[in-house]
Nanobody, 114 residues
């Protein structure tokens, strides 16, 4: 059974940084494409970044140059380093195992506010 557990969210000031982690279990992590999505109140869930099994990355235009996705296959963990955070980055961030039907974590709240 796929399990994804996010951590690392919180309250940060504009311009600050956070690193999200997602611990995965129940599948062959090293073979999986993983991603981070976010959903703000009243908005649809949107993909932020993804990383393939060979560590190829892809980013949404609104985070390019600010966020970095990475993975540690030895720890079955995917990360999202978020720098230069803006108020519009405020959302619940979800980790996902990307496939025909995505599997989701429970989400972690990121709030960017002064």
């Amino acid at each position: 059974q796929v399990q994804l557990v996010e951590s690392g969210g919180g309250l940060v000031q504009p311009g600050g940084s956070l690193r999200l982690s997602c611990a995965a279990s129940g599948f062959t992590f090293s073979s999986a494409t993983m991603g981070w999505y976010r959903q703000a109140p009243g908005n649809q869930r949107e993909r932020v970044a993804k990383i393939t099994s060979d560590a190829t990355t892809n980013y949404a235009d609104f985070v390019k140059g600010r966020f970095t996705i990475s993975r540690d296959n030895a720890k079955n963990t995917v990360y999202l380093q978020m720098n230069s955070l803006k108020s519009e980055d405020t959302a619940v961030y979800y980790c996902a195992k990307i496939s025909f039907f995505n599997s989701w974590g429970q989400g972690t709240q990121v709030t960017v506010s002064s």
